[in-house]
């Protein structure tokens, strides 16, 4: 496959935009930085600092299809990006992306990855020219050593960056260090189900993450089984795409939860895996990837997964990958048979009370349902705090919620299981009181004349009045929608409210029901049938109710951006809610 001139081009748009944002001042203690357009400042991160515009820079430069072709000015700002990257660069070797993590090693890997490509790519050019700045880059890479033999991370995902990091710094200077280091993370194990879903499940970002970095390690290291979660997780994407192209973030654990994300994250790990597996469907998927990145994405990629540069450095080679369409009818379980429960009762075993700096994602391997029929696209998900999501055409039902004060605050399901008439989804919690700390327990503060109760032994308190909260979605599936059986039977006398939030674009009517606005962005659902409209596209939706009239459930925020339904019930109650999808003449 050779790299598209539209590719090519969104490239070199880019590179204008990078010298544009370049400063020149040689005064400024930033010289050779480029500006990130959000904040004015300049950074030494792989997603919105100066490494992006380097990579982009690289690419064109080594390109004989790019107008900026052993371009001398662009080289020269080249250099003084380099130069930049260097005295932002700790003594320990690490950078600080500046809004949230300083002497970083993960941040610091991310750009090794995206550093190291664009030193190889200037290396096996043939412009004599690119040697100074090739060294320049190659110092910063060297002078990270320490820090990623050292250097811990954050998140599940960093492992993989690390371990990339690791096997492109032992490609290039053959440490045996960098070896053993890399393999002290892989050997971890890998934090993916049999069905591709990672830790974090972050189909926006952080999966894609992983993807592209145990790629690297794989090929480097020659640890191909490192693939195979790889190619789990790009198989399992394929249906995680609405019909608009977007990807389904209705459960991230991550920052994309919610937000409008496209396929490409995924250009360079598709592209990269499509000859080693043959895999017609991959390479669509590289397609579509590849025409989002060119035609949705408002900035240039990450440094460490650009894919031009992959595509530059490491070419298609060999019969290429004939396209297949995907699949626009199917029904998809992600982790059905995935025994998480047997899971999360080995914590007790492993003896850890929190991790320091990061959470257990207790989500990871909580089922999905994918339900795709042509313009409709239905996702049903538990632990996450909407358990429904349907796009039909152009209306978007963005999130089912319930939200109780039981807890307070949204209720995740935990369950999600198939019947013969739909599914079905459920949800368990207890909360009760602690007793007083047994007397042979307390410590000498408590006989002080102040007992800070932080000082308190509280794991040795008993619990107390325990109260155990449960609820049960039945959902039933039918020729143009579902019905939903609500049921919440103890403990009595618990406000709950559920929530339909739809698109800020969607025009939303009482047709016999009663809609009161009760904030700009929320409407209480007393009564009868409500119809929301975009386009030719309706859901017709029955259920209002209004059985307590609190306008909102402590703990429980709803979007800003959005339009919510609300529709206020009180255990015990068997409520129902009915969702019909119609297009155009449909009534």
Known sequence: MAV??????????????GLAGQILDRNHRSFGGVVDRENGIAWPNHHAGTPV?????????????????????????????????????????????????????????????????????????DWSKNAPV?????????????????????????????????????????????????????AEGIDATPDGEWTERSNGIYNAVSDVMLIHTARILSKPEYLQPVRANLNMMIYLIHPSGEIVTDYSGRQDFGQTFTLDNYLLAYYLMTPIDHNAQF?????????????????????????????LLYPHEGETVIATALPTHYRQMINGSFDRDSYIQQIAEVGYSQIQYSRPHLDFGAPVMRIREEKTSVTMMAETSSFLAIRHGHVRLLGVQIASYFGPGFVPMQTLTETTEG???????????????????LPASAQATVSPWYLLPHQHRIATHT???????????????????????????????????????????AVDGHLEQIHPFSQLWSAGT??????????????????????????AHYPQDCQTLLVNVMTPFEHRIGIRLLSGTDV
Not at 423 to 441: I, L, Q, R, W
């Open 4 to 17: 598209s001139r539209q590719l090519v081009s969104i490239n070199d748009q880019w590179v204008e935009e």
């Open 53 to 125: 515009w380097m990579s982009v820079w690289g690419a064109a430069l080594v390109n004989p299809d790019s107008a900026y072709y052993h371009h001398e000015e662009v080289l020269e700002r080249l250099e003084y990006a380099a130069q930049y990257m260097l005295s932002f660069q700790h003594e320990d070797g690490s950078i600080s992306p500046g809004w949230t993590n300083f002497h970083s090693p993960p941040d610091t890997a991310f750009v090794v990855v995206g550093y190291s490509q664009l030193y190889l790519l200037l290396e096996q050019d």
């Open 134 to 186: 090739a060294s320049r880059i190659l110092l910063f890479l060297k002078q990270t050593i320490p820090v990623m033999l050292t250097g811990g991370c954050h998140t599940p995902n960093h492992r993989w960056v690390l371990s990339a990091a690791l096997s492109y710094l032992y490609q290039l200077f053959g440490d045996s260090r960098l070896l053993t280091r890399a393999e002290q993370w892989l």
């Open 283 to 311: 390479a669509t998927m590289t397609e579509l990837a590849e025409q989002a990145l060119c035609t949705t994405t408002v900035r240039p990629p990450s440094s460490a997964n650009n894919p031009l540069v992959g595509m």
């Open 423 to 441: 599914f079905t989804m459920t949800a368990t919690y207890e909360k009760g009181y602690n007793s007083c700390v047994p007397e042979h327990e």
């Open 467 to 509: 109260q155990t909260y449960q609820l049960e979605v039945r959902m039933t599936e039918l020729e143009n929608g579902y019905d939903l059986h609500i049921i919440s039977n103890e403990p009595a006398d618990v406000m709950t409210q559920l929530s339909f939030v739809f698109d800020q674009q969607a025009i939303i009517t």
């Open 530 to 555: 409500v119809v929301v409209q975009q386009g030719n596209d309706r859901i017709e939706l029955t259920g209002g109710c209004l059985e307590h009239t609190a306008l909102s459930v402590r703990e």
